[in-house]
């Protein structure tokens, strides 16, 4: 009777995310052959256990990249831009090879929306894992906080300057270009000072040495990029935004070695509609089912 009574005054509750770390002596029985490939762990290539969440940030990486090179290609082939490697500036109607001029016409704009899109999504999710990894380990959270609005203001900046093209609504278009190299610029330093700070896994110096190196490369880019651009040498500006945003797209790849030790879950239970103890909040939380992301 108390068990059907409790289950009469329960109902359902939200949702939320849990990170949760890689056990180093944890053994488990080996799956059969169909869970070992779908479950949420995997074998490394220095034989130990890793989370597919590690390829969350190598994606954003890759595709990204693969996308703003397609259409470069796709605006070089319709001559709406000259090749980043031509020495010099020809006369003629062709334009300087800047991303956001490579993605300003259709059929190159259209690819460019959507790899904007994705980018600007994928850095959402890999900003809000990377802000819940961090959370019980760093002491004072203004820092873990401050990188997780950089990064979402970042992520802003790139949908506005995918869905806003420059010769349709060039304030906007820059508004979005500040937003994603200004705050992409303070969330790497950001995100570089936590990952020498909370040393996860005693590798806060293997990943922030890298991170250190990308984020002073970045920054020097966004500097020269100003200077060339004020001094109209376009033909080196161009190159060095793509420069720059290389150097943005491989630091979001380096959170594949933190994420490698963590699994993010999201807890369903049920709400229960009058307040029990804590003791008895607990007993029944193991009765909770918990859906892997």
Known sequence: MAESAGKRRMAKTPHYKAATEVPKDCVEPSPPPTSRRLGPWLTCMDGKKCSVWMFLPLVLTVFTSAGL??????????????????????????????ISIAGDAPPASCVFSQVMNMAAFLALVVAVLRFIQLKPKVLNPWLNVSGLVALCLASFGMTLL????????????????????????????????????????????????????????????????FILMGQKFHIHASRIQWGMVMCFLCYFGTFAVEFRHYRFEIICSEYQENFLSFSESLSEASEYQTDQV
């Open 69 to 98: 090179w397609i259409v470069y290609f796709i605006a070089v082939e319709d001559n709406k831009i000259f090749p980043l490697n031509v020495k010099e500036r020809k006369p003629g109607p062709l334009k300087p090879p800047y």
């Open 162 to 225: 995918g869905n806003f093209q420059l010769s349709n609504d060039e304030e906007i278009h820059n508004v979005g270009t500040s937003l994603t190299f200004g705050f992409g610029t303070l969330a790497c330093w950001i995100q570089s000072a936590l990952t020498l700070k909370t040393n996860l896994k005693n590798e806060g110096r293997k990943a922030g040495i890298p991170r250190v190196i990308l984020s002073a490369a970045i920054t020097l880019c966004v500097v020269l990029y």
